[in-house]
């Protein structure tokens, strides 16, 4: 059974950071194209940051040059990096396979002063 447990959410001021965290089981991330997704209030979910099985990362241009995707095989975990955070950065935040399979509960990112 696939698990993906989504953490290291919370609340900051602009300009703060973050880091979330992806622990898997049931599949090896390594195997995966695996990326982060996010869903801000009234807003479709959309991929923000892919790390492909070779380690190639790709991001949307709203996140580029302040989030970071990165992966540890060792301990079977995605992360991401997301620095000088904008208000508009706040939402729901899920990592998953691409193409997307069962979605985990996610992590909230809240940006206000």
């Known amino acids: 059974q696939v698990q993906l447990v989504e953490s290291g959410g919370g609340s900051v001021q602009p300009g703060g950071s973050l880091t979330l965290s992806c622990l898997a089981s049931g599949i090896i991330v390594s195997a995966h194209h695996m990326g982060w997704y996010r869903q801000g209030p009234g807003k479709r979910r959309e991929l923000v940051a892919t790390?492909?099985?070779?380690?190639?990362?790709i991001y949307v241009d709203s996140v580029k040059g302040r989030f970071t995707i990165s992966r540890d095989d060792t301990k079977n975990t995605v992360y991401l990096q997301m620095n000088s955070l904008k208000p508009e950065d706040k939402a729901v935040y899920y990592c998953n396979r691409i193409p997307a399979g069962f979605w985990g509960q996610g992590t909230q990112v809240t940006v206000s002063s």
């Open positions: 790390i492909t099985r070779s380690g190639i990362t």
